[in-house]
């Protein structure tokens, strides 16, 4: 509560789920995206954003962690890119 009375904001944590993702041109190369897609599964294929233009890429879906809390990774979720679609 001093913290809020000092004018910082109280962080606010979301639980998402993360994938970890192979695009076919960087094979053992990871990357970590967040899926909103509730049927994804551990090997589908997906279309997702890669690179600085954002261009859609067909990856693989290495592995998936559910249910994460923002709190406990590492890596600043406004920073990670999100999954476009299974296919």
């Not at 994460?68 to 590492?74: D, L």
Request: charged letters at 35%.
């Amino acid at each position: 509560m001093i913290h809020s009375l000092a004018g910082g904001k109280i962080k606010e944590y979301k639980i998402v789920d993360l994938a970890k993702l192979e695009f076919e041109n960087n094979l053992g190369e990871y990357f970590l995206y967040i899926s909103e897609i509730k049927d994804l599964k551990e090997n589908d294929f997906v279309l997702a954003p890669f690179g600085v233009i954002d261009e859609p890429k067909k990856a693989k879906v290495i592995k998936l962690d559910k249910n994460i809390n923002t709190q406990n990774i590492s890596i600043k979720v406004d920073r990670l890119k999100k999954i476009f679609k299974k296919i």
